[in-house]
């Protein structure tokens, strides 16, 4: 089992920044990606972000290209999302995710989900 817990969201003007947090406990596999997913309201879960935990090149989703970064601290089992020139649309509910898998894609299904953080980018 792992446990996530997100931190960081929070309401911000357009073209800010916010960086969130994912704290990993439980038994992390170095086979395993974290990363991060987001929900606005009415639309479907979609993937932001995503990084291997034993390293190699992350990825991110084209929306959020050259404007989020995803990383992580193995020391402290943590994967964060830096998040810059903030738009409304990136308004959502943004979620942790881990799991196992050979190759990340924009079709990456987790096994393990944090409880959310609540990010509000006002115009």
């Known amino acids: 089992q792992v446990q996530l817990v997100e931190s960081g969201g929070g309401l911000v003007q357009t073209g800010g920044s916010l960086r969130l947090s994912c704290a990993a406990s439980g038994r992390i596999f170095s086979s395993y990606a974290m990363g991060w997913f987001r929900q606005a309201p009415g639309r479907e879960r979609e993937f932001v972000a995503a990084c291997h935990w034993s390293g190699g090149s992350p990825y991110c989703a084209d929306s959020v290209k050259g404007r989020f970064t995803v990383s992580r601290d193995n020391a402290k089992n943590t994967v964060y999302l830096q998040m810059n020139s903030l738009k409304p649309e990136d308004t959502a509910v943004y979620y942790c995710?881990?799991?196992?898998?050979?190759?990340?894609?924009?079709?990456?299904?987790?096994?393990?989900w944090g409880q959310g953080t609540q990010v509000t980018v006002s115009s």
């Open positions: 995710a881990a799991g196992a898998t050979l190759m990340i894609t924009s079709t990456w299904t987790p096994n393990y």
